[in-house]
């Protein structure tokens, strides 16, 4: 049972236009949320967080929004560059501090 | 600064023979630290985690095994190697008493063949 969900395997978007990638989660008790970014053949690098008192957060060209009635969070990018290209993770924390991550949404930015 | 280590990068093995990964942080006292398995176009799956020395919890029964001897030293070992073990090993610390974000190392690519 999938606790963290990404429901689009991959998504393809124009340079310089906004990137939304979309995270659902079933379990209410999940109260932060991280969005890591990975490249192939890399470990994955921490992008942005967000705790269930906020319901945004933003730095720099990357928003994090949470919608905890929804269990929804989702990560805008804008502009977004070709250097975003990459697979984005969703990861909930958990009860034990363990992360329940997503499987993943590869982006593609297209010139 | 903290910094992760893993080696090798790039690991080619014969099916049955033993495995040892490593992985070392620097910069950090008592982290938490974690394996994971990335298969080829799938997620992260945790293997193992370690809240300290000699403590290893185990999240899959698997054909692997995980010791912490020091610290900041995190080793992941098989006696014989499946052609399923195959796939992108990577290694995590996290600061762990509620900051949970986990910052990885470069990852092992394994083959087994």
């Known amino acids: 049972d999938q606790q963290v969900k990404q429901n689009s395997p991959s998504l393809s978007v124009q340079e310089g236009r906004i990137s939304i990638l979309n995270c659902d989660y079933t379990?209410?008790?999940?109260?932060?949320f991280l969005w890591y970014k990975k490249y192939p053949a890399e470990g994955p690098t921490f992008l942005i967080s967000i705790s269930s008192i906020k319901d945004k957060n933003e730095d720099g060209r990357f928003t994090v929004f949470l919608n905890k009635s929804a269990k929804h969070l989702s990560l805008h990018i804008v502009p977004s560059q070709p250097g975003d290209s990459a697979v984005y993770f969703c990861a909930a924390v958990d009860s034990n501090y363990q992360l329940i991550w997503g499987a993943g949404t590869k982006l593609i930015i297209k010139p | 600064s903290q910094t992760i280590h893993q080696w090798p990068a790039t690991l080619v093995q014969p099916v049955g023979s033993p495995l040892s990964l490593e992985c070392t942080v620097e910069g950090t006292s008592n982290p938490n630290l974690y394996w994971y398995r990335q298969a080829a176009g799938r997620g992260l799956q945790l293997l193992f985690y370690?809240?300290?020395?000699?403590?290893i919890s185990s999240e899959v029964p698997q054909n692997l095994s995980a010791s912490r001897p020091q610290d900041r030293q995190f080793i992941l070992s098989s006696k014989k190697l499946l052609l399923s073990d195959s796939g992108f090993y990577l290694c995590?610390?996290?600061?762990?008493?509620?900051?949970?974000?986990?910052?990885f190392g470069p990852g092992t690519r394994l083959l087994v063949l």
């Open positions: 370690s809240v300290g020395i000699g403590q």
């Open positions: 995590a610390w996290s600061r762990g008493g509620g900051q949970e974000t986990q910052y």
């Open positions: 379990n209410s008790m999940f109260d932060y």
